[in-house]
């Protein structure tokens, strides 16, 4: 009777895979199929092998073999070439808003400052932690605690900057296509449709990372009212072809009195650097803060880069008090990724919580704070809830009071996140990539963390599962637990990634031609 049941499944595994080969050249482009000319003959004969040995043990075996895209792919990547799969490049065709008309009491409407933050993560931070790296940023906190909030459990959407920093200004996920992140307006362009003055201060060059085409407007063109990088400067580079954040704070503040000329509103932002490479520059220039605060400054490399940080933000805050800004500016850091820590693995290689958890903090005036609690007045419990680097732009749009206006809705409906002010709930998945359009880099790999809970990742072909609430430093891999595909949250989790194109691509690259695919997780 055994004998019986298993010639039967074989036979029924022959007429399926024969059914997904059908599939496959009926449905495929045809492109990729010339690029295939000649291996076909050889893959029918291997399903056909295959059928006699690849008959399903159990049903969580035999649907995730017969999902027909899947197993299609890993046939391409199986007897090709490796990025033969699909071929995603950046495009550049920005999207032109209209003029736009803010629906908030003119009382209500703010500048708005981000400070954006480079390889700093939450655990070292004294906002998140007991680490006295922030000691300024406490006290302000502390000073001004109906305006100053912190996001607990805010995620990064890559450990690259050049991978995370678009997804940052374009509010898309990680999984988009390259002629998206062309396409999608960048953030500064919400604010200069309602005619804003708009900067955009950097200590690096713009062309690293090619950031001066994934952020253009077109070609050789950006969006702004000015821009300042170390390529544009007449002086030398401090540290790693890069200005010291010392120099890029001056010149924010610099246009924060250049706004008040123009007598507009300001969109801005300053990008400081000193944490990137886990501090190590500090040695390089040998750089050593008097202390800003009561108390000594960390003593590790790392922390003291961090606590220079917060020097950098009790400059900017004075220096908005002092124009009398502050009154009416929001003030938004966030950070694009944080450290490896030298805990695990390389930043590049790595989809754990050291890299992945960052800070997220905001300041609001009283004028914005008042109409928030009379309009979203449950849009505090979000502090607690989870979020991450795509709901910044969703945010913007929303603190700019042009979520409601057509073309405006039209592409938030597109957009990945959605604003921290708003009362909808998060998106259940939040996903990171190294690897895109954007920037090629191996080995491949992503995490899905979903609810902001449990988080699979696929690192170098070996799977990880984490529940962040009973296991935040991530030390036990639930994957080795026995029925594990059974529970409905990994069930949730292995969805999405098949319904996912980029995902399922990578997922498929993982199992190697000599690997059986039914020993996938």
Same mark, same amino acid.
């Given at each position: 009777?055994?004998?019986?049941s298993?010639?039967?499944? /074989?036979? =029924? ?6 059914f997904?080969l059908?599939w496959g050249?009926t ?5 990729? =199929?010339?690029?295939?000319?000649g291996k ?6 291997? =399903?056909?092998?295959?059928?006699l040995l690849?008959f ?5 075996l ?8 899947l ?6 990547y199986?007897?090709?070439?490796k990025?033969a799969?699909?071929e995603?490049v950046?495009?550049l065709?920005?999207h032109a808003l209209?003029k736009l ?5 003119k ?8 400070v954006?933050?480079?390889e700093v993560?939450?655990?070292?931070v004294g906002?998140?932690?007991t680490?006295?790296t922030?000691p300024?940023?406490?006290a ?5 605690p @109906? @305006?100053?909030?912190?996001f607990?459990?805010?995620f990064s959407n890559s450990g ?9 200004y374009?509010?898309?996920? #990680?999984?988009?296509?390259?002629k998206e992140?062309?396409f ?7 604010a200069?449709a ?7 201060i950097?200590p690096?060059?713009l062309s690293?990372?090619?950031?001066d085409k994934?952020?253009?407007f077109?070609?050789?063109f950006f969006s702004? @009212?000015?821009l300042f990088?170390a390529?544009?400067y007449n002086g030398d580079y ?5 200005l010291h ?5 001056e ?9 008040k000329?123009?007598?507009k509103?300001?969109f801005?932002?300053? @990008?400081?650097k ?6 190590k520059?500090l ?10 605060m009561? /108390?000594d400054p960390?003593v590790?490399?790392y ?6 940080? !917060?020097y950098?933000?009790m400059k900017l ?5 002092k124009?009398k800004?502050?009154e009416n ?5 966030v ?5 490896d820590l030298?805990?695990r693995?390389?930043?590049?290689l790595?989809?754990?919580?050291e ?10 005036? !009283?004028q914005f704070v008042?109409?928030?609690s ?9 502090l607690s ?9 969703p945010?913007v ?9 057509k #073309?405006?809705s039209f592409?938030?409906?597109q ?6 002010f708003s ?14 359009a ?9 995490s899905?963390?979903?609810d902001?809970r449990?988080k699979?990742?696929l690192?170098?072909n070996r ?11 991530e ?5 080795t ?6 529970q409905?949250f990994?069930?949730r989790?292995h ?6 194109p980029? =995902?399922r691509e990578?997922?498929?690259k993982?199992?190697e031609p000599?690997k059986?695919?039914?020993?996938a997780?």
């Amino acid at each position: 009777m055994i004998k019986e049941s298993f010639v039967f499944l /074989g036979v =029924l595994s022959f007429f399926l895979l024969v059914f997904v080969l059908y599939w496959g050249f009926t449905s495929f482009e045809e492109g990729d =199929l010339k690029k295939k000319e000649g291996k076909w003959p050889l893959t029918i004969a291997l =399903l056909i092998g295959g059928s006699l040995l690849f008959f399903p043990k159990n049903t969580v075996l035999s649907s995730e073999f017969y999902s027909p895209k899947l197993i299609l792919e890993f046939i391409l990547y199986s007897f090709g070439e490796k990025n033969a799969i699909r071929e995603d490049v950046f495009v550049l065709n920005r999207h032109a808003l209209p003029k736009l008309h803010s629906s908030l009491p003119k009382k209500n409407q703010s500048n708005i400052l981000i400070v954006r933050l480079e390889e700093v993560s939450s655990r070292k931070v004294g906002l998140y932690s007991t680490v006295k790296t922030t000691p300024f940023l406490s006290a302000f906190q502390s000073q001004y605690p @109906n @305006n100053f909030f912190v996001f607990q459990h805010h995620f990064s959407n890559s450990g690259a900057t050049d991978v995370s920093v678009p997804i940052l200004y374009t509010g898309l996920s #990680p999984t988009r296509s390259g002629k998206e992140f062309g396409f999608f307006p960048i953030i500064w362009d919400y604010a200069r449709a309602l005619d804003y003055y708009t900067f955009y201060i950097i200590p690096f060059r713009l062309s690293w990372g090619s950031l001066d085409k994934k952020l253009a407007f077109k070609e050789g063109f950006f969006s702004v @009212n000015y821009l300042f990088h170390a390529g544009n400067y007449n002086g030398d580079y401090t540290y790693d072809y890069s200005l010291h954040d010392d120099i890029v704070v001056e010149q924010c503040i610099r246009q924060l009195s250049e706004a008040k000329k123009y007598e507009k509103l300001f969109f801005g932002i300053v @990008n400081i650097k000193l944490p990137h490479r886990f501090g190590k520059h500090l040695r390089q220039i040998k750089h050593q803060r008097v202390p800003h605060m009561p /108390g000594d400054p960390p003593v590790h490399l790392y922390e003291r880069a961090i606590y220079d940080n !917060d020097y950098q933000f009790m400059k900017l805050f004075l220096a908005l008090e002092k124009e009398k800004l502050l009154e009416n500016t929001i003030v938004i850091a966030v950070s694009d990724h944080g450290s490896d820590l030298n805990m695990r693995r390389d930043r590049l290689l790595n989809y754990f919580q050291e890299v992945l958890h960052v800070p997220f903090f905001v300041y609001l005036p !009283d004028q914005f704070v008042d109409w928030l609690s009379k309009n979203r007045r449950g849009w505090q419990e979000n502090l607690s809830k989870p979020s991450n680097n795509v709901d910044l732009v969703p945010s913007v749009i929303d603190v700019l009071g042009i979520s409601d206006q057509k #073309p405006i809705s039209f592409i938030l409906d597109q957009l990945d996140g959605r604003s921290v002010f708003s009362d909808a709930s998060a998106t259940p998945f939040f996903v990171a990539l190294n690897t895109n359009a954007l920037r090629r880099w191996q080995p491949e790999g992503f995490s899905v963390i979903l609810d902001g809970r449990y988080k699979y990742i696929l690192d170098e072909n070996r799977p990880y599962l984490f529940d962040l609430n009973r296991d935040p430093n991530e030390n036990h891999n639930m994957m080795t637990m026995p029925q594990i595909a059974m529970q409905p949250f990994y069930k949730r989790i292995h969805a999405y990634i098949r319904q996912t194109p980029k =995902l399922r691509e990578i997922y498929a690259k993982s199992f190697e031609p000599k690997k059986k695919y039914l020993d996938a997780p």
